[in-house]
């Protein structure tokens, strides 16, 4: 499933760029990302929308 993490994944890896500069002055760097993505899913995440 493709969703906004993977988008944020794609940007951090086009350094350097403005929107890359942003997204590690907020801690989300490619590893940061990347961790995020191999986290199981929360069971408090809807499964489809209401």
């Known amino acids: 499933m493709l969703g906004p993490e993977h988008i944020l994944l794609a940007l951090a890896e086009q350094a350097p760029t403005t929107a890359c500069d942003i997204l590690e002055r907020h801690g989300l760097t ?3 990302i990347e961790n995020i993505l191999d986290e199981p899913p929360s069971t ?3 499964t489809s929308p209401p």
């Open 30 to 32: 490619k590893s940061a």
């Open 44 to 46: 408090a995440a809807p």
